[in-house]
């Protein structure tokens, strides 16, 4: 039987509209967005089913960075469609940046696509969908005013401890290979009051960690309640003074604007996480000349130095591309030793794939790809020795966490997150579910570590 999700409205009349699953891609701006359209669905009185099995309406929150992510979605669909999840009166609504990326054309690849919608314009999802029923005629619908959509949410769902709360939509840097400010358009920050509300509202559900999200948190400009331009810095000692918010994380930092403000907000306020994460892409100054990235590898390294001298314990992951247009081994092996320098945390890195529009598209293109491949997997040898390396460093410490749930391999244990984000299991009550609490790292594995509760009555209590 397919387990239903999301029923928080208990109007017969509203179930009567459907049900509707969401599939996601990308980025954690798309894990947002999906939770607020879940939120507007339902709201709209359809019911969210956890499986597409069923489903009369699908929604698929797409990503287009790298080509693979877009081949995902449409392989997706084949295989729904393959093993008949997918019925001819099923509402495919095809959104996310792959939505705003092809808009029209992708009715063209696959005429049995209903809906097309953008990051922009995913809260009109319910009337394209009414729209659609009425018509059944194909809607495509993926521009909008700048922050129209957050003006037309409903608020926020509960969804446990931890919180995305999206600060600014799109990106106004154009590297010359991200497809992303085409895709979520230029920049544009929510105001002040609008990102603190909504806090407000999920600590009042029980929230505790607060992740600020942006393709570019650093440049933030939201506008105060005075009418003024405030900048991420403000926007931290306001949120950290939120009664409630114990921990907090904002994502993605470009370096190109870590001002010293923002560094000392790190320094001053200890609700900010021990983790951040900084996309370098490369460590050889012509590449990142040619990427459009306006710094350079040494200032990434002051960088780095100056969050240390401010945060001795912060863990540094990172965003590396391998194989740009025209990189050189000489190129490389630059990257290979910014890694040996500032020794990231975990990391990501990825092959360049070639975006259709982008300023690198055009640029000639002469390392096989099977040479790129060879220097992804040393490079990403490199990459895992020093996460292991940081998790090692965790043996014996005490370590505050944030119970996310239970684990997955056993219901005895809970899953909790580090503050330098990492995974810890433990045994200890379903209450702590929720509940920051302090736990001993006893064993260390690749990827989580095991820990032991400490004096659970007194972490109840906190
Ligand atoms: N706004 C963030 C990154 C957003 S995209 C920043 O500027 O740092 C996430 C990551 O995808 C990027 O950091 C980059 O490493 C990777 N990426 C983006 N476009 C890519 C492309 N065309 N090919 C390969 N990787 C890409
Ligand atoms: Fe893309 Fe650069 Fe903007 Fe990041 S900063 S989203 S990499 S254009
Ligand atoms: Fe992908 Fe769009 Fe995010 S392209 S990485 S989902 S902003």
């Not at 037309?152 to 931890?162: A, K």
């Not at 890195?349 to 491949?373: C, M, Q, W």
Request: proline share 4%; charged share 25%; aromatic share 6%.
């Amino acid at each position: 039987m397919t387990e239903i999700t999301g029923i928080r409205l208990n109007s017969n009349v509203k179930l009567q509209m459907g049900t509707f699953h969401v599939a996601v891609w990308g980025c954690q701006m798309n894990v947002y967005d999906a939770d607020r359209i879940r939120d507007l669905m339902t709201a709209s009185g359809y019911v969210e089913l956890k499986e597409p099995n069923g489903a009369d309406v699908i929604i698929l929150v797409t990503c287009a960075v790298r080509a693979k992510a877009e081949d995902k979605v449409f392989n997706q669909i084949g295989s729904w469609r393959h093993k008949g999840i997918i019925s001819d009166d099923t509402v495919i609504a095809f959104g996310g940046c792959v939505g705003s990326e092809l808009a029209h054309q992708i009715i063209e690849i696959d005429p049995d696509i209903a809906i097309v919608f953008g990051p922009r314009t995913a809260h009109r999802l319910p009337a394209m969908v009414a729209q659609f029923r009425a018509t059944r005629e194909p809607v495509v619908d993926v521009t909008a005013e700048a922050l129209e959509k957050f003006d037309s949410l409903p608020e926020q769902g509960q969804r446990g401890p931890s919180a995305f709360v999206t600060i600014m939509e799109g990106c106004s840097n154009n590297c010359t290979y991200c497809i992303v400010p085409h895709t979520r358009g230029g920049e544009d920050s929510r105001p002040v009051q609008d990102v603190i509300d909504e806090v407000i509202t999920h600590v009042a559900n029980g929230v505790k960690e607060i992740h600020l999200l942006g393709q570019n948190v650093n440049s933030y400009r939201g506008m105060g309640p005075d009418g003024s331009i405030v900048r991420l810095s403000t926007l931290l000692y306001e949120i950290a003074a939120i009664d409630g918010v114990e921990r907090l994380r904002f994502t993605t930092s470009n370096p190109m604007e870590f001002t010293d403000d923002i560094i000392q907000a790190i320094a001053d306020l200890p609700v900010i996480a021990d983790s951040i994460h900084i996309p370098v892409q490369s460590g050889s100054d012509r590449i990142l000349q040619l990427m459009r990235r306006d710094y350079t590898a040494d200032s990434y390294r002051e960088l780095v130095a100056k969050l240390r001298k401010a945060r001795p314990n912060i863990f540094i992951s990172t965003d590396i591309i391998v194989g740009f247009p025209g990189e050189t081994d000489e190129d490389f092996a630059q990257t290979m030793k910014l890694v040996d320098d500032v020794k990231f945390d975990a990391s990501f890195s990825f092959i360049y794939s070639v975006r259709p529009g982008t300023p690198a598209a055009d640029l000639e293109d002469n390392v096989p790809l099977e040479h790129k491949r060879q220097n992804l997997y040393a490079l990403q040898a490199k990459l895992e020795d020093y996460a292991t390396m940081y998790s090692q460093s965790l043996m014996g410490t005490r370590q505050r966490v944030l119970v996310e749930g239970i684990s997955r391999k056993s219901d005895q244990e809970l899953k909790a997150r580090t503050s330098n984000n990492r995974i810890v299991v433990f045994e200890g009550s379903r209450d702590l579910v929720g509940q920051m609490v302090d736990v001993d790292i006893i064993k260390v594995m690749s990827h989580t570590m095991k820990g032991q509760l400490i004096n659970s009555a007194l972490n109840l209590s906190n």
